[in-house]
């Protein structure tokens, strides 16, 4: 394994730019439930398509906003872990995540494309446009909104839904142009995300997956480190380390 955590050290090194694709497994080590571990698996305990998409919001707004709620307060006392904290520092990564949680953000991280939206945010669900950063700690009820008097909903991509147009636009030319992609914990599974990979493969970057299980982002000759993002991540980036 060190010889491959050497190697993801050089091609970092030799980058001008490092693109960082994050999933649910960044944030496990802040206590974040990812979506697919079977024990605590997000979705384990609930039909996402009942709660995270906008037939189950219209079916029962109050119930879907109320489960956002939950989320939103386990969030507040979440804290960003060291996988976070380098990948904030590094000045040549640009972070594209597919995270709600907001962590990457917290830890310092500048321009952080939020592919699937972002939990600390509101949005009206008609369509005007309306948005607001809400307090995670205390998170609103079902609300009206007050520009149009449509519904009010968590400011996050859900199921059947198209992602923010600006945010793809800006992966695809982060995942075209970057030297390296550094894939973290994510099974690379939800498109069209998980197709920002071959991308970068196929626009010549080299491609370095930090996960716990091998994923398809490991396929076509990417370097493949097994383990930790709090282990794995700070080594390969951190260049001032020994
Ligand atoms: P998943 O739960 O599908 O995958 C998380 C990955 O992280 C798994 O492959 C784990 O093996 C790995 N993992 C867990 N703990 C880790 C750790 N400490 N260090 C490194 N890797 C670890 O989550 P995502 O891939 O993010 O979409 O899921 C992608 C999308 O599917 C989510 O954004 C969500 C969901 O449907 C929407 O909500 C639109």
């Given at each position: 394994m060190q010889g491959q955590i050497d190697l993801a050290r050089r091609l970092v090194r030799?980058?001008?730019?490092?693109?960082?694709?994050?999933?649910?497994?960044?944030?496990?080590?802040?206590?974040i439930p990812t979506f697919r571990e079977a024990l605590d698996g997000l979705w384990e305990r609930h039909d996402p398509r009942r709660l995270a998409s906008?037939?189950?919001?219209?079916?029962?707004?109050?119930?879907?906003?109320?489960?956002?709620?939950e989320?939103?307060?386990?969030?507040?006392?979440?804290?960003?872990?060291?996988?976070?904290?380098a990948l904030a520092r590094h000045e040549r990564v640009v972070n594209l995540t597919q995270?709600?949680?907001?962590?990457?953000d917290r830890a310092g991280a500048s321009a952080v494309v939020h592919l699937h939206g972002d939990l600390a945010t509101d949005v009206c669900h008609a369509g005007c446009g309306f948005a607001e950063r809400i307090d995670l700690a205390d998170p609103p009820s079902l609300r009206a909104c007050p520009r149009c008097g449509g519904a009010?909903?968590?400011?996050?991509?859900?199921?059947?839904?198209?992602?923010?147009?600006e945010a793809w636009?800006?992966?695809?030319?982060?995942?075209?142009?970057?030297?390296?992609?550094l894939v973290v914990g994510t099974s690379g599974t939800v498109y069209p995300v998980a197709g920002l990979v071959d991308l970068a493969r196929d626009a010549g970057a080299q491609v370095i997956v930090v996960n716990t299980e091998p994923t398809p982002a490991g396929r076509g000759?990417?370097?493949e480190l097994i383990g930790k993002?709090?282990?794995?991540?700070?080594?390969?980036?951190?260049?001032?380390l020994g």
């Open positions: 030799d980058a001008e730019l490092v693109a960082a694709l994050s999933g649910a497994g960044l944030s496990a080590e802040s206590g906008p037939q189950g919001f219209e079916n029962d707004p109050a119930m879907v906003v109320e489960w956002y709620a989320r939103r307060r386990s969030l507040a006392g979440a804290i960003p872990n060291q996988a976070h904290d995270n709600v949680d907001g962590l990457l009010i909903r968590p400011g996050v991509v859900w199921f059947g839904e198209a992602l923010p147009a636009r800006r992966a695809e030319v982060v995942s075209t142009a970057c030297d390296v992609m000759g990417a370097v993002a709090t282990e794995l991540v700070p080594p390969i980036l951190d260049q001032t």
